[in-house]
């Protein structure tokens, strides 16, 4: 059964790569969110998400998405890692964006975005240290160099698939 499992996920690794990049690229929108209504604000005083707070919804949808994409984006890197013999030699670099989405996926039940949003508008139900916000909110910003990466992987796939 789990052999059966691999062969299906490595004969489609090519789409699974970009279904991981699509759903963790989603999360460039909760960034901008994070950083124009909760740090920008924090340090400046001023509300730069604005007019967009109407689709705070849309936001908070894209927020829930990061569940399937950090678990895509998981599996990619670690079936990359085991099984893809084109990328023994960088497997270093590969533990290490397996390592950031893991502590991407642990930041999810140790501190959430509300939690953070919370501690930095005020509120009497949760209180914490401040600098915990700022370090779950520094975690947040781990995704960068996946998003990069997983970029930089299609690029290459895309080019080896054309003739010369």
Same mark, same amino acid.
């Given at each position: 059964?789990?052999?059966?499992?691999?062969?299906?996920?490595?004969?489609?690794?090519?789409?699974?790569?970009?279904?991981?990049?699509?759903?963790?690229?989603?999360?460039?929108?909760?960034?901008?969110?994070?950083?124009?209504?909760?740090?920008?604000?924090?340090?400046?005083?001023?509300?730069?998400?604005?007019?967009?707070?109407?689709?705070?919804?849309?936001?908070?949808?894209?927020?829930? $998405?990061? *569940?399937?994409? /950090?678990?895509?984006?998981? #599996? %990619?890197? @670690?079936?990359?890692? =085991?099984?893809? &013999?084109?990328?023994?030699?960088?497997?270093?670099?590969?533990?290490?964006?397996?390592?950031?989405?893991?502590?991407?996926?642990?930041?999810?039940?140790?501190?959430?975005?509300?939690?953070?949003?919370?501690?930095?508008?005020?509120?009497?139900?949760?209180?914490?240290?401040?600098?915990?916000?700022?370090?779950? $909110?520094? *975690?947040?910003? /781990?995704?960068?160099?996946? #998003? %990069?990466? @997983?970029?930089?992987? =299609?690029?290459? &796939?895309?080019?080896?698939?054309?003739?010369?």
């Amino acid at each position: 059964m789990f052999k059966k499992i691999m062969n299906f996920y490595l004969r489609y690794q090519n789409i699974n790569l970009k279904i991981s990049f699509i759903l963790i690229s989603l999360q460039l929108l909760h960034l901008y969110w994070l950083t124009t209504d909760v740090v920008l604000y924090r340090l400046t005083g001023t509300d730069y998400f604005g007019e967009l707070s109407d689709f705070i919804l849309l936001f908070i949808i894209i927020d829930y $998405i990061e *569940i399937p994409a /950090l678990v895509s984006g998981l #599996i %990619y890197y @670690l079936f990359t890692i =085991i099984y893809d &013999k084109k990328e023994k030699e960088k497997k270093i670099k590969n533990t290490v964006l397996l390592i950031l989405l893991a502590i991407q996926s642990i930041h999810i039940f140790w501190i959430t975005d509300d939690v953070v949003y919370t501690t930095f508008v005020g509120s009497e139900l949760i209180h914490m240290p401040e600098y915990f916000a700022w370090i779950a $909110i520094l *975690i947040d910003y /781990l995704e960068l160099p996946v #998003i %990069y990466d @997983l970029l930089k992987r =299609i690029i290459k &796939k895309e080019k080896e698939k054309k003739p010369n």
